[in-house]
């Protein structure tokens, strides 16, 4: 394994969260999201920048809707746009290539064993799954597919056509959960009162008219297209969604509720570990070696409300530290994979 550092990223921990209900009703699948099924469902908060704060807001309005039964997980997305254009039409292609929407799924929430999706407004499809952020070495499984998957987009405007009045394009998904149950603990779907850990992405590129067509505006001191805006749901303080640590929480709620979300204590706890992860990556990167010595990586600056312990040998590091009812221990290793035990 190639223990590069990792970097560490800049926002305060405070994951956005929704409280997910269930459908009452099928969903006719049409890419339309003003319609009775959807009614229900809030919407998410407004995309931010992928990294907060250090950035302005973005110029286009994405958002989200969440759903969910005893077969799917739903979902719907509006983006605001005035030039709507796609490329892609294979399956699988690299769908960020385009402007996109993307959804992030990690069942666990132990940031490894996750799902990615991506779709453009033609309706093609990227599905894969993460063995592991690659930060911590990956790889991603392009030929794993969501099994039943139902998708549709919706056009308010007109498709790859410059000059047209166009006004946003919209999406649903429907993902089973007989497919993606493969990750989630015990291989199970999510009970009422759970949580699973979700973010949402829009890649959207710089383009212009030319021949006719959209084209990516090129940078004519560089020769290359200047590079995309990531706009999200939960803010990741880095310019990269594969910090599954950051996403947001979302909660399955019955008929009875719940009807709101505080973090639980045992997140801070997994927040504070992933960390101590970080710094310690880091200090291998710099000095060839891992450390024990805890105080290296907790700054006086900062609260911590653990009193970790770390392990070494030449190339492994563990960090444990009690839940928050004393029970049991929160594990992270060099690998970024976070347990209970």
Request: glycine share 6%; with cysteine; hydrophobic share 35%.
């Amino acid at each position: 394994m190639n223990l590069n550092g990792v970097p560490e990223p800049k926002l305060e921990y405070a994951p956005k969260h929704y409280i997910c209900k269930r459908a009452a009703e099928p969903l006719l699948i049409d890419g339309c999201v003003d319609k009775p099924f959807w009614a229900a469902a809030d919407w998410t908060e407004d995309f931010v920048d992928i990294e907060g704060d250090l950035r302005p807001r973005p110029a286009k309005r994405t958002r989200v809707k969440m759903l969910w039964d005893d077969d799917y997980f739903y979902f719907a997305a509006e983006l605001m746009e005035d030039q709507i254009w796609a490329t892609l039409t294979e399956r699988d292609s690299v769908i960020f290539y385009d402007n996109d929407f993307e959804i992030f799924i990690d069942p666990d929430g132990d940031s490894h064993h996750y799902y990615e999706f991506e779709i453009n407004a033609l309706n093609t499809v990227w599905d894969l799954l993460l063995i592991k952020p690659y930060r911590d070495g990956g790889p991603p499984v392009n030929g794993w597919d969501i099994s039943g998957l139902l998708t549709a987009v919706h056009i308010d405007g007109e498709l790859n056509k410059p000059g047209a009045s166009n006004r946003k394009w919209s999406l649903e998904a429907a993902m089973p959960w007989k497919s993606l149950r493969e990750c989630a603990a015990e291989a199970k779907p999510p009970a009422n009162g759970e949580f699973w850990r979700v973010n949402f992405s829009r890649v959207e590129w710089q383009a212009e008219e030319q021949d006719g067509e959209y084209r990516k505006v090129v940078n004519p001191d560089t020769g290359k297209h200047y590079p995309e805006d990531n706009w999200v749901w939960s803010p990741m303080g880095i310019v990269n969604m594969h910090y599954p640590e950051l996403w947001g929480y979302v909660v399955f709620a019955g008929e009875d509720g719940p009807e709101s979300f505080e973090l639980p204590p045992d997140e801070r706890i997994k927040w504070e570990l992933r960390k101590l992860y970080y710094r310690e990556r880091n200090y291998f990167a710099s000095h060839g070696n891992f450390t024990s010595d805890v105080k290296r990586f907790m700054h006086d600056d900062e609260h911590w409300v653990i009193k970790p312990v770390i392990e070494t040998t030449s190339s492994l590091f563990q960090i444990s530290a009690p839940s928050a009812d004393g029970h049991s221990r929160f594990c992270i290793r060099e690998d970024g994979k976070l347990w209970k035990e």
